[in-house]
């Protein structure tokens, strides 16, 4: 299987970037491209997506020193 860290990664970038309205078009199309390209893994393992954006919103959450229930 492919590397959940890495869409982690991706996810967890893309997230405050767009929260912040930092995230270009140019690079949310960018995002989108690299996303679609686990489409083969997310189609084997429904779970995979919803479990990395799950991770990437962890540590999206910890980086903004947001505390759970908040």
Request: net charge negative; hydrophobic share 40%; no cysteine.
């Amino acid at each position: 299987m492919d590397n959940k860290e890495e869409l982690v990664a991706e996810m967890g970038a893309s997230f405050p970037s767009n929260l912040m309205g930092l995230q270009t078009e140019a690079e949310l199309t960018d995002s989108a491209s690299y996303i679609q390209g686990w489409l083969r893994v997310l189609r084997n393992y429904k779970r995979f997506v919803v479990e990395a954006a799950q991770q990437a919103q962890k540590a999206v959450d910890y980086i903004l020193g947001n505390k759970e229930g908040d």
